[in-house]
């Protein structure tokens, strides 16, 4: 049990790292007040933060999901 624990916290710190990262300091835009904004595709670095961060919600919520069954 305390593994899972000690697995699920470093996910944790790895999970709001990768969403920090993707904040590139827009500003009011981000609150939605940008007015004409434009789309643009992620590449690189973005899309691996993108990835990263779907990546490590996954498995944020199956091992909570495992750390329930087990205590259960």
């Known amino acids: 049990m305390q593994n899972i624990l000690i ?5 944790s710190v790895l999970l709001i ?5 993707q904040s590139r300091g827009e500003g009011l835009g981000v609150l939605g007040a940008e007015i004409g904004g434009s789309y643009h595709t992620k590449r690189g670095f973005e899309k691996f ?10 498995a944020f919520i199956v091992v909570a999901m495992v750390a329930v069954y087990f205590n259960a």
């Open 7 to 11: 697995i699920q916290a470093v996910i």
């Open 17 to 21: 790292v990768s969403i920090l990262l």
């Open 49 to 58: 933060l993108l990835q990263a961060s779907i990546g490590l919600s996954v």
